[in-house]
């Protein structure tokens, strides 16, 4: 399966922005599906990810309340919205798909497929 993430840009502090993760290749709908990010000089954390299941979303603390996670499995399409945005959420966005769709996982070594990555820019 192949995820192209999109979405991200250049915006103010308290903004929003909405990513994009879209599978090609095969459904993602059994999938578990996460977002990273990966600020410059720092490791890939985890952001947010939501199982096959569309009503079991989990969270970053740091994240917890602005960002929400969704899925259009219709569309094989993941989405993460991103509200009251702060400079450090700056960084390359990348979206990760896990077979295991109850895996639940946080750890980017548990994740089997990767999309490129989309750079958001957080100005104060």
């Known amino acids: 399966v192949q995820l192209q993430a999109s979405g991200g840009g250049l915006v103010q502090v308290g903004g929003s922005l909405r990513l994009s993760c879209t599978a090609s290749g095969r459904t993602f709908s059994s999938y578990t599906v996460g977002w990273f990010r990966q600020a410059p000089g720092k490791e890939r954390e985890f952001v947010a990810g939501?199982?096959?299941?569309?009503?079991?979303?989990y969270y970053a603390d740091s994240v917890k309340g602005r960002f929400t996670i969704s899925r259009v499995n219709a569309k094989n399409t993941v989405y993460l919205q991103m509200n009251s945005l702060k400079p450090e959420d700056t960084a390359v966005y990348y979206c990760a798909a896990d077979v295991d769709g109850g895996s639940r996982a946080r750890g980017p070594q548990v994740y089997d497929y990767w999309g490129q990555g989309t750079l958001v820019t957080v100005s104060s």
């Open positions: 939501i199982g096959w299941s569309y009503g079991s979303p």
